[in-house]
């Protein structure tokens, strides 16, 4: 079945610096890759998501990127604020059906201001 | 809407005891799902439906059983509580239908204690 690796576990950044989370998953039949943010206490909201016949997609100050070949995605959050600061979870599924999502471990980012 | 609604919040359970956890939905979602969170670690599935009638087994499915009588409710019922099912129960569901979003709407949570 589908492993999902994430890292960092923890990252703190300055405010208005970048952050990068980066995940790899094993099953080259995943083709839907989105990214939650949890604020403590409260349910996963997705942030962005993006399938694998894209390479990159960007919202305002958030971007994903995948490299199939290689099998690993990643989230880049530009210009970070206060309010970025939460657990960012990446996950994989194949977008068919009901969307079995396998989760990564997640990152707690910590925006420094 | 109020999507993705689940009860209890919080709930205590001693060892070997029985409960339900409820979920519902009101955005006529075809596909429901039910996750678990321990602390440290990503969400783990338990079980899903892809329409009323229709369940399956997810990764950690041991413990728990699922039904889907209508397409609003897919309640999750612990058999026989053991400590090990002390998590954060989430459930989520998802539109059948294809076009520019894909998103699974999470419920608010369970928070589940078993002494």
């Known amino acids: 079945g589908e492993n999902v690796e994430q890292h960092p576990s923890t990252l703190s950044v300055q405010e208005g610096d970048s952050a990068v989370i980066k995940c790899t998953y094993s099953d080259s039949a995943s083709n839907y890759f989105p990214w939650y943010k949890q604020e403590l206490g409260k349910r996963p909201q997705l942030i962005i998501d993006i399938r694998s016949n894209v390479g990159e997609k960007k919202d305002q100050r958030i971007a994903v990127t995948l490299n199939k070949t290689a099998k690993h995605f990643s989230l880049h959050i530009t210009e970070t604020q206060p309010e970025d600061s939460a657990v960012y979870f990446c996950a994989a599924s194949v977008i068919q059906g009901a969307q079995k999502l396998v989760f990564g471990q997640g990152t707690r980012l910590t925006i420094n201001p | 809407n109020a999507g993705v609604t689940q009860t209890p919040k919080f709930q205590v359970l001693k060892t070997g005891q029985s409960m339900t956890l409820q979920c519902a939905q009101d955005?006529?979602?075809?596909?429901m799902s039910w996750y678990r969170q321990d602390p440290g670690m990503g969400l783990r599935l338990i079980h899903y439906?892809?329409?009323?009638?229709?369940?399956d087994q997810g990764e950690v499915p041991n413990g728990y059983n699922v039904s889907r009588s209508t397409t609003e409710d897919f309640p999750l019922r612990l058999l026989s509580a053991a400590p090990s099912q002390t998590s954060v129960y989430f459930c989520a569901s998802k539109t059948r239908t294809s076009g520019t979003s894909y998103e699974q709407y999470f419920g608010p949570g369970t928070r589940l204690t078993v002494t």
């Open positions: 439906s892809v329409g009323a009638g229709i369940t």
């Open positions: 955005m006529n979602h075809e596909y």
